[in-house]
């Protein structure tokens, strides 16, 4: 086989849980072909390389066997080589925001500051 359908090698080789997700993924310009933006019906072939952002993950792959059906995970490992950088580690950076017992409300001037660390717990 020479080369088949991004979306369809995406969800066959478990970059994507389902071929919706990587068709919507395509749609959303979250995948690029050699650096070219790509839709669903797009062609890729061996030696290509993929860059895609599917559930909130940065993934860039090259692509060494092209599959239509899904296969099992060790099968489906082989058909890419994975060439994303790690991700940065969390050690040492609080999980949560850390506020003393009995400490009361946040103040207006805190809740800016959670806000701005992502940290806030309002669901506006």
Known sequence: ME???VDRWL?????AKTR???ATACRGG???INDRPAKP???????DRVRVRVYDRNR???VT????KRVGAPIAQACYIDHTPPEPSTVGQPLFAHRDRGAGR???RDRRMLDQLGLSRRTS
């Open 60 to 62: 860039i792959v090259e």
């Open 20 to 22: 919706a997700d990587a």
């Open 30 to 32: 979250h995948v690029r």
């Open 11 to 15: 969800w066959s080789v478990r970059l």
């Open 106 to 108: 946040p103040t207006k």
């Open 3 to 5: 080369g088949t359908r």
């Open 65 to 68: 066997r092209v599959i239509e």
């Open 41 to 47: 019906a797009a062609t890729v072939q061996v030696g």
